[in-house]
């Protein structure tokens, strides 16, 4: 239980980034003035979690890390050394996010965090780069939504196969297929089948166990602050770290480590930034209340008859990634439509965005994949994870952003939190 002393603290700091914020909206280098950038005009980046992704990337577009953040002292002191030179060390981020030299926080905790911090950091005047899924909840997506534009703040989500990269099975960057797409050559509406067939592995390894005992925590780690807004369970070591994602509480087994990677460029190639699916059809078993199983398959369907296929048993191993009524496209970028390449040569590309979150920092202009397209495609992600939860088929208001006679799933948009932890 919490002492007095600690919850009294964790009030002070709570009132310190709120009142901090209010100085700090916008950063030093937007208003023009000396500001808190470096001469070489260098933005500075902080990290909190640098267990994992937050230690794999540290190198990013010449934004010096300045600061890193973790529960767990031993990943502070190896990730301190490895870097080669001083850096501010924290325990608790809320400290962090009172830094002035800081421009950017990069959030690479486990997705039960990803909600809080994000606010917490837009509203101590910080630009945000989080890794997927965006939120663990539908709910703590629309608040990190709202806090990015309450505050005026720039967002990023860490999935890049929408702007660059080649897409696992296609043999391409999503550029040609979204051009495709847009060009209607394979018709409408199309279905999108998402499995190892077509290039995507949904990774069930990532499952959670039902034999945990308890175990003492290990002296390095604060276990209660690695749980933080997640219901308090005993410790074991397969609850944190490296197999976190088995869990319902931190994130969402293969589907939520993959999700957002796979079908954050499939809402894009479609067209549907701006709109979630109104059915969501699951075939798994009966999922246990704490560890994430894996299932069969998952249908998502829009409102214009555009549906999405992950078929996590690789059961159509003929699908084509793209079906339309007029054409089809294959892994590889192979169509049935002859001449593929040349006809397209005659299409406009896609709209070009911002894809460097630098420049979207300085110029404080949205970044390719921001906290509202971030937002939907990880919607769809939630979504597939409530009905594999439930073990039933949901019908859901793209507007509202709620289930339809279903009370069951709706409470899975907005989950308590541990006391003293909200959103």
């Given amino acids: 239980m919490e002492s007095k002393k600690e919850f009294s603290r964790r ?31 260098k933005l500075t980046k902080a990290i909190i979690g640098v267990g994992g992704m937050g230690k794999n990337h540290i190198p990013y577009e010449e934004t010096p890390v300045v600061a890193i953040c973790d529960v767990d002292s031993a990943h502070l002191e190896r990730v301190k050394n490895m870097l080669g030179y001083p850096v501010k060390t924290y325990h608790d981020y809320r400290e962090l996010l009172l830094d002035p030299a800081i421009d950017i926080v990069h959030i690479a905790t486990p997705p039960h965090w990803h909600g809080i911090m994000s606010v917490d950091a837009a509203r101590a005047g ?3 780069w989080c890794e997927k899924p965006m939120t663990r909840t539908i709910g703590e997506g629309l608040r990190v939504k709202e806090a990015m534009e309450q505050y005026g703040r720039i967002f990023r989500l860490n999935t890049w196969f ?4 080649r897409f696992y099975g296609m043999d391409t960057t999503v550029k040609p297929i979204k051009k495709l797409v847009d060009s209607g050559m394979l018709g409408w509406p199309l279905k999108v089948t998402i499995n190892a067939s077509t290039g995507f592995n949904w990774k069930f390894y990532w499952v959670g166990r039902t034999d945990l005992d308890i175990q003492p925590v290990p002296k390095e780690l604060d276990y209660d602050m690695w749980l933080g807004p997640a219901p308090f369970k005993p410790y074991h070591r397969h609850r944190t770290h490296g197999t976190f994602r088995g869990y319902w509480d931190y994130d969402g087994g293969g589907l939520g480590d993959m999700g957002q990677h796979y079908l954050d460029p499939v809402q894009y190639i479609l067209g549907k930034d701006h709109t979630s699916p109104i059915h969501v059809e699951v075939d798994a078993p009966q999922q246990h209340p704490d560890a994430a199983g894996t299932w069969k398959r998952i249908e998502l369907t829009y409102e214009d008859g555009c549906r999405i296929i992950l078929d996590g048993e690789d059961k159509d191993k003929a699908a084509a990634f793209i079906e339309g009524p007029e054409g089809k496209l294959f892994p590889g970028f192979k169509s049935d439509i002859p001449n593929l390449e040349k006809k397209l040569a005659s299409f406009p590309d896609p709209e070009p965005r911002v894809t460097t979150f630098s420049d979207s920092v300085r110029t404080r202009k949205k970044f390719a994949l921001n906290e509202e397209n971030g937002f939907r495609s990880c919607t769809l992600v939630n979504m597939a994870i409530i009905a594999v939860r439930l073990g039933r ?3 859901f208001d793209p507007q509202k952003f709620r289930f339809i006679d279903d009370d069951g799933a709706n409470d899975l948009i907005h989950q308590p939190m541990r006391t003293p932890w909200s959103i």
């Fill in 126 to 128: 910080k630009d945000v």
């Fill in 393 to 395: 088929s949901l019908e």
């Fill in 162 to 165: 929408r702007f660059k990269d």
């Fill in 11 to 41: 009030k002070f700091i709570k009132r310190s980034v709120i009142t901090a914020a209010a100085f700090s909206i916008v950063p030093a280098h937007v208003l023009g003035g000396k500001g808190r950038l470096a001469p070489s005009d």
